[in-house]
């Protein structure tokens, strides 16, 4: 299968930008990601704005991202021991399911006139916690899709497709917003799930994971499956290294919480302009996606990874203390390119160097860095926010993550170190 040839073929230097897309059943997860995305993608902008304009509170939106984060960090390491046992496209199946049905609730609930914001909270949370069993088995199934040679083209146009739908997603839903309302955002969304769902149902690779050699020692639901993730983890330095680095960075310099607060008090934008805020960081990515997906493998991806993660913080820095609408869209933009470039080789080293019978479960660990430090940065972007304003918030998370990146490169030997 393909995945045997990802643990014994050579990794070509240059690759076709587009080459994983020959691979049919990658073709199906790709495209039904892409419809799914932007509809996620519209009803997290939209959540985010109907939690303001009914609270008009800073702290409001950072208890979002506490929705969005306990649940990832609590049941992440669980879906990842699933992913490891049971079969990952009927996984994912329940799991897209799950999340339609959360967007078809608060659809409904808010069509009849919603004053309340704990019937938001409630059904992100739950998605979240399903969103936490979807992931692992996601990217655990990715590796059998395609090739070796073809992996970092995958997970850059991976990459690329979520930054469509984040280019796409915001900005739809601010002109929805503006004339319909969230309820319809929440109802498009409901509906996009059917494009994941129907990928998945027609793809011919099996979703069951590969056994061990030693059957008696394959992995099950228990708690010692658990344990051999997180020992796994442990013991791999590079692993651990980019999982730290990539929790510091986003937690400290999370700043799309507070893009409301941006739009409407300090550029005075409004709704529309609020979803081309949202949208930048998207539209950065895709550009760097592109060209990672071009280039194909390269060789000091590790030293990349930090200076990418140091320009990150850089460009956060520069849109916290911006008063222009064009040029806060640049350094939007320009975070978004860097995340992008450290995602890709961050989420390449760790799918490569984890064998495939326990990848849900080092993707179950990792989650709880890549997903809770976005979100619980949040909360801390919103609190900081609400004490000291959304600016200073904005730079001071910003000078912690180059401080990070600076630390990482002196400190992690393995990762500054680490060729393709």
């Known amino acids: 299968m393909p995945d045997q040839s990802l643990a014994s073929e050579p990794v070509n230097k240059r690759t076709p930008a587009f080459s994983s897309l020959r691979h049919r059943d990658f073709r199906l997860l790709w495209g039904g990601q892409i419809v799914s995305v932007i509809g996620s993608q519209m009803q997290s902008a939209a959540i985010n704005w109907h939690i303001y304009l009914l609270t008009g509170s800073p702290l409001a939106l950072g208890i979002v991202g506490a929705c969005r984060a306990v649940p990832i960090i ?207 960081p998207a539209a950065g990515a895709i550009v760097a996606g592109l060209v990672m997906a071009r280039m194909g493998a390269f060789k000091k991806q590790g030293l990349t990874v930090i200076v990418s993660v140091g320009f990150y913080g850089a460009a956060t820095i520069a849109f916290g203390v911006s008063k222009v609408f064009w040029f806060s869209l640049l350094m939007l933009a320009a975070t978004g390119a860097a995340d992008t470039v450290s995602t890709i080789l961050r989420q390449t080293i760790r799918q490569l160097v984890t064998p495939n019978y326990i990848r849900g479960r080092m993707t179950s660990v990792n989650m709880i860095f890549f997903m809770g430090g976005p979100q619980l940065g949040e909360v801390e972007a919103g609190t900081v926010a609400q004490l000291i304003g959304a600016p200073l918030s904005v730079v001071t998370g910003g000078v912690a993550c180059l401080l990070a990146a600076g630390f990482t490169f002196v400190k992690a030997k393995s990762l500054r170190q680490y060729e393709s």
Request: proline share 5%; hydrophobic share 55%.
């Open 74 to 280: 609590v049941c992440s390491l669980a879906g990842g021991v699933v992913a490891d046992v049971v079969d990952r496209r009927r996984l994912m199946m329940v799991t897209q399911s799950v999340m339609l049905l959360c967007s078809a609730t608060l659809a409904l609930i808010t069509f009849h006139g919603l004053t309340k914001i704990w019937p938001i909270l409630l059904l992100t949370a739950i998605a979240s916690a399903a969103w936490a069993f979807d992931t692992p088995a996601r990217q655990s199934l990715l590796p059998m899709l395609v090739p070796r040679e073809d992996f970092q083209n995958a997970v850059s146009l991976s990459m690329l497709m979520f930054q469509i739908g984040m280019v796409t997603g915001p900005p739809l839903a601010g002109f929805v917003l503006a004339s319909h309302g969230p309820a319809f955002v929440y109802a498009v969304n409901a509906a996009s799930f059917l494009a994941m769902l129907t990928g998945i149902a027609l793809m011919h690779t099996s979703g069951k994971p590969e056994k061990e050699a030693d059957e008696n020692s394959a992995p099950r639901i228990s708690w010692q499956a658990l344990v051999e993730g997180l020992q796994f983890v442990w013991r791999t330095p590079i692993i651990v290294q980019t999982m730290t680095l990539d929790f510091v960075a986003t937690f400290f310099a999370s700043a799309n919480q507070l893009l409301p607060i941006y739009a409407k008090d300090i550029l005075d934008v409004g709704a529309r302009g609020y979803g081309f805020l949202a949208a930048a």
